[in-house]
Nanobody, 120 residues
Framework: VQLQASGGGLVQAGGSLRLSCAAS????????MAWYRQAPGKRRELAAR???????NYADSLKGRFTISRDNAKNMVYLQMNSLEPEDTAVYYC???????????????WGQGTQVTVSS
């Protein structure tokens, strides 16, 4: 299973970006999907998470600005980021909990990360 993230870049404060991530390979079932982020010198932290049925949760600092969504038919997860702040600068990683067959236990997979830089 591979997770391919895209959509990062450089944006001015107050701007918007949309991240996308696709799960490919041998995928039977995708459970939770999420976006984590890691700023320079800091630990990786959860930005937003979404279950297969669409229940979401967000880091407190991102509520109202970021929106996570998914397309189950395409095994994709998205992160719409609005009103970006310099503090949002980080590498953003997509995550998926994936079962590769009906009989296999699900396990965690990570994308390669995409850089988001917000200038002031």
């Amino acid at each position: 299973v591979q997770l391919q993230a895209s959509g990062g870049g450089l944006v001015q404060a107050g701007g918007s970006l949309r991240l996308s991530c696709a799960a490919s390979g041998t995928v039977f079932r995708v459970n939770d999907m999420a976006w984590y982020r890691q700023a320079p010198g800091k630990r990786r932290e959860l930005a937003a998470r979404i279950t297969s049925s669409g229940t979401t949760n967000y880091a407190d600092s991102l509520k109202g600005r970021f929106t996570i969504s998914r397309d189950n038919a395409k095994n994709m997860v998205y992160l719409q980021m609005n009103s970006l702040e310099p503090e949002d600068t980080a590498v953003y990683y997509c995550y998926a909990d994936v079962a590769r067959s009906r009989w296999a236990d699900a396990r965690a997979y990570w994308g390669q990360g995409t850089q988001v830089t917000v200038s002031s």
